[in-house]
Nanobody, 126 residues
């Protein structure tokens, strides 16, 4: 079992920045898993945002955030991060971190992730 808790969401003006954090607990092998960020806007399906492999050697982003968002992890601290720059109104959503213990490599489908946090709200004002 893996317990994930996101933090760092809030209200920001368009063009601003936020850094989301995700603290993982419950398993000592956090460093072996792919970790990802997803988001869900009101009335829309949950969508993939970014993923990082277990060694932090490979990162992959949705086209909509490429060049603006950066995913990172600190396996020693069991932490996952998402630095979000140049935020746009359309980035407004609840952001979720997720863990894919069945995989160590890049995964972009929500069904491949077994554990999810409760989400943190990001609101970008235009």
């Amino acid at each position: 079992q893996v317990h994930l808790v996101e933090s760092g969401g809030g209200l920001v003006q368009a063009g601003g920045s936020l850094k989301l954090s995700c603290a993982a607990s419950g398993r000592s092998t956090f460093g072996n898993y792919a970790m990802g960020w997803f988001r869900q806007a009101p009335g829309k399906e949950r969508e993939f945002v970014a993923v990082i492999d277990w060694r932090a050697s490979t990162r992959y982003y949705a086209d909509s955030v490429k060049g603006r968002f950066t995913i990172s992890r600190d396996n020693a601290k069991n932490m996952l991060y998402l630095q979000m720059n140049s935020l746009k109104f359309e980035d407004t959503a609840v952001y979720y971190c997720a863990c894919a213990p069945r995989f160590g490599d890049i995964r972009t489908r929500a069904g491949e992730y077994d554990y999810w946090g409760q989400g943190t709200q990001v609101t970008v004002s235009s």
